[in-house]
């Protein structure tokens, strides 16, 4: 069976289930998936589980146990070592679970008769999509069983505990080895700590019409540049530098230079035709010394940022990084206010306290503003919405967007960019040595020239952060913001190159 992960989009659980029943009406039974979604899992144990002793196939309650069932009976005609065990009584099993329960025609013990073995190879379908609160305390027990011997998971759609719209764990989770998963990955395949959980991923077709699922697929897709592509400026040979933009980057005092400076560098590299580093008096000398590409230009206060953006020759500006917080960067964001900017760092930490000023500035136009808060900045940005535990990354990331009327890139290993119309991202590419200092003003840059070169801002931002983790896949592990920076050409030219297909 063919499988791939190359599709972009994702289907919620909840899109999941429709189009399956949207599948049975059309006339391929439930009951069809379920043998082809079993018939891949047991391929895919066969394949990279070959030395396992025995498969210990454990089936919940529900479709994910039917899977189970169908890939327990291939196995075990395959001539495995199969020995199941179950939630429940077989008798409460209904439906294509009912179905395929019936066709394994075996014996199956319950949970808590299971003692892990080493050699045993488990195959975790006990919840998928259907998880819908936290794991009862004998799957807690069983989970924990199997760790202690250590024996490799191969999980059926989802690592049993891991909320499919979210990628959190409810209560505990089977850490896999290896998952299949079917049609679509889900959101909580991608996200973290989801991701992690599931290992190595692969997707069954399972045989239900592309059609059917790509209707259903409206909530989220991976940040893929099919995704965003069209709004991307394909060089020609007549452009020129005002063409492509000047993009002003605002400097802290003396002592505080280097993050704009390294904001300033990545949005030269990232293609702004133009860059200023707008530098406090104090700090003129410092920036002038360290800088040859990007221009440096005095604004000294309020006035004189007012005279600049009315001259026209500024396209968009990054403000935060290294800036300060206080009243003199809130007024410089207020003057700025209509304009396409990035707000990181200090930048969305100057609105703690004042969130609804920010959000007020840009109420009632097109996004402009790009928000790029790690963790810690949206909990300051959005208290109430990092604090409620009953939404993931995802719907934060939305509320906050509707919110801000701004699009926010909510940073981690898992960045989601949401955009206030609700379209939403999630970003796959970055390696985790992209955590390292400065690497989030390397992405304010490259957001920025997005944005100079007049770049909507959703498409700007989901393109910088793909950007920004293609460039940290080239510079490879050990590397510095600065070593980010040279990398962003390349990573570019990959771009543009999609860009051409
Ligand atoms: N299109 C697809 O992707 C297909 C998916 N199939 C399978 O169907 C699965 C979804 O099936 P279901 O919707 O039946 O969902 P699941 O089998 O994931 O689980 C739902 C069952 O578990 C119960 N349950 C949920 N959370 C619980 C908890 N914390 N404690 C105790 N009981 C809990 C529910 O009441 C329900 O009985 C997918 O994960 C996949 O494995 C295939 O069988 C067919 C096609
Ligand atoms: N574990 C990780 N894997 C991949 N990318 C990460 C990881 N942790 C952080 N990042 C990315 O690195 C950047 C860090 O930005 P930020 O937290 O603002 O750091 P800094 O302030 O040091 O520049 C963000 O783009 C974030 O998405
Ligand atoms: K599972």
């Not at 909840?14 to 979604?37: K, N, V, W, Y």
């Not at 498969?55 to 009976?73: E, H, I, K, Q, T």
């Not at 230009?297 to 940022?305: G, K, N, S, V």
Request: hydrophobic share 45%; proline share 6%.
């Amino acid at each position: 069976m063919k499988m791939s992960l190359t599709d972009p989009f994702l289907l919620t659980p909840a899109e999941a289930a429709a189009a399956d029943r949207e599948t049975d009406a059309s006339g391929i039974p439930i009951f069809h998936l379920m043998q082809q979604a079993g018939f891949a899992v047991a391929a895919e144990a066969l394949r990279h589980f070959a030395q396992a002793e025995r498969f210990v196939v454990l089936c919940g309650p529900g479709n994910n146990g039917g899977d189970g069932f169908v890939a327990a009976s291939a196995l075990r005609r395959a001539g495995a070592n199969v020995s199941i065990h179950l939630a429940g009584r077989p008798e409460e099993l209904t439906g294509a679970a009912r179905l395929a329960w019936l066709e394994a025609q075996t014996p199956a013990q319950s949970f808590s008769s299971y003692q892990p073995h080493p050699g045993d190879v488990i195959i975790d379908a006990i919840f998928g999509a259907g998880l819908s609160r936290d794991v009862p305390p004998e799957v807690t027990d069983l989970i924990t069983r199997v760790r202690e011997v250590g024996c490799p998971v191969l999980a059926v759609d989802l690592p049993s505990g891991i909320d499919g719209l979210t990628g959190q764990v409810r209560g505990a989770a089977f850490q896999a080895q290896r998952t299949v998963t079917f049609v679509a990955r889900k959101p909580g395949h991608v996200l973290m700590p989801g991701r992690i959980y599931c290992g190595e991923i692969s997707l069954a077709p399972i045989g239900m019409p592309t059609r059917i699922a790509r209707r259903h697929a409206r909530t989220v897709s991976v940040n893929d540049p099919r995704a965003w592509k069209a709004a991307i400026n394909v060089q020609q040979g007549d452009t020129h530098k005002y063409k492509r933009g000047h993009l002003a980057v605002f400097s802290g005092g003396p002592s505080h230079t280097g993050a704009a400076r390294m904001t300033a560098s990545a949005g030269l590299c990232a293609g702004a035709g133009l860059v200023t580093l707008a530098s406090p008096p104090d700090a003129t000398l410092v920036n002038a010394c360290a800088m040859t590409a990007v221009m440096v230009r005095e604004i000294a206060d309020l006035q004189d940022l007012k005279m600049w953006w009315a001259s026209g020759k500024i396209s968009a500006a990054v403000i935060g990084p290294g800036f300060g917080v206080g009243e003199g960067l809130r007024s410089y964001v207020h003057a700025s206010a209509a304009r396409p900017m990035v707000l990181d760092a200090d930048a969305i930490t100057a609105f703690a306290e004042r969130p609804d000023e920010l959000f007020a500035l840009a109420a009632g136009s097109e996004p402009r503003q790009i928000l790029t808060p790690h963790e810690g900045e949206f909990a300051r940005l959005f208290p109430d919405l990092a604090a409620d535990k009953t939404i993931g990354k995802l719907e934060r990331a939305k509320r906050a967007a509707e919110r801000a009327h701004a699009v926010i890139v909510y940073k981690g290993a898992d960045t989601v960019i949401a955009a206030p119309d609700g379209r939403l991202l999630i970003n796959e590419n970055a390696p985790a040595w992209l955590a390292t200092a400065g690497s989030g003003d390397v992405l304010a840059g490259i957001a920025g020239a997005n944005l100079a070169q007049g770049i909507p801002a959703f498409e700007a931002a989901a393109a910088a952060v793909w950007l920004h983790g293609e460039a940290g896949n080239k510079a490879g592990v050990g590397m510095t913001a600065e070593d980010l920076i040279r990398h962003i050409p390349a990573a570019l030219e990959d771009l543009l190159s999609w860009c051409r297909l």
